[in-house]
DNA sequence: GAATTATATTAGGATTCCTAAATATAAAAG
DNA sequence: CTTTTATATTTAGGAATCCTAATATAATTC
């Protein structure tokens, strides 16, 4: 069926676009509210939240990687933050490269910070149960989508992981099933940054989810 | 029914919001990408689109607060495109007020430059349709929330405006009215940003809608 | 005419971002 | 054993992004 908005709209792939972007400004402009005497920058907090996800630190050319910024950037935040006692430099195990790591301080103030701003969280608990888990399926493929394309790094995902057994329950209330912990689940309980994730080799997995 | 997986995760919600979250970083590390000495920072783009999308120009202190940074922070971002001749500054109608609008080249920039990151729409795009719809929907609803938080400025959404009609018709592929054009449309044609967009004043089309 | 109000800019400083060049270091090559 | 090479980080330099506080300017109010 055809209506006029067929025709007047931009495409729907376009204004969820736009409306991601929208969210992306918020967050942004958010985030630097937080940059007081005590807090940290947008940056740095990103930073904190990298290291407080990588279990034994992470070196300079991680961070800067994973934070989709050049090296030098990086580099001066991390000297930031160390100076402000918040992380440690430490000699890492090849030439010149050094591992960054939470001090007890950092750790305190990233995981009172958090990596979810309360005010999107709370936008997000004004959904029904259904659409939250379709906002998830849908962020985790386009998250999946950026990541085979090259667009980011490689993140600890469910549907990339080696443990991942898509649709083998036949209970649509929990038809995939995670084989390290041996246990049934749904799409509402997708992983974005898993601990035990293990990157699968194949794609075979994720395409009997898609 | 409860799993491991309701107890050692994060609640849904938060799990979203993360992944919000990365795509907003994502958004903001391409977009200094495009800073090249043809085009614009991101916070420029930002203002760009702002005033494409405002009929008849904005002053400075609207675009500060649509951009969500302080005034001066947008004074400085408009001196600049006004130096690059993208933007025009003319005299407002209230005491040292200023009316910003888009020369004709910053007019073509902002065309060519679009408010939508290709690479994203891309992402979206592999998504299917009912999935689109389902992420579009929830995006509108997020974004209405944080409206009537407070966290945003007002945006041109359908499901504020004065001629939306939620569920009016019996045909489940386009229940919804719009009153200005006098069509059916449905959830996967909500829009953001309509140009003829006029608030309601109360909430109760939102209401059945919801 | 003086005080108030609204709006934008200047001042000053930390951070974010880039590219290009310099530096340090371990391992490999001669 | 010295030199080269590859790698990782830092320095240098500069534009843009961000903030708060103070300042200019024009219209309105008293």
Known sequence: MTTIFETISEPIARRATAGLVRIGHVLRSRAWKGAT???VTPTQGHALGLLREAEGGLSLGAIAALLG???PTASDAMSTLASKGLVDKAPGDRPRSINLSLTPQ????AERTGAWPDFLTDAVETLNDAEQAALLRGLVKLIRAMQVKGDIPLQKLC?????FRPNVHPEPEAPHHCALVD????????????G???QADDDSFYEQWR
């Open 196 to 198: 035990e994730h293990q």
């Open 106 to 109: 950092g750790e305190a103030l």
């Open 159 to 163: 549907v990339t992981c080696r443990y």
């Open 69 to 71: 910024v050049s090296a």
């Open 183 to 194: 246990a049934p689940f749904a799409d509402r309980h997708l992983r974005l940054a898993c």
């Open 37 to 39: 005497p005590e807090g």
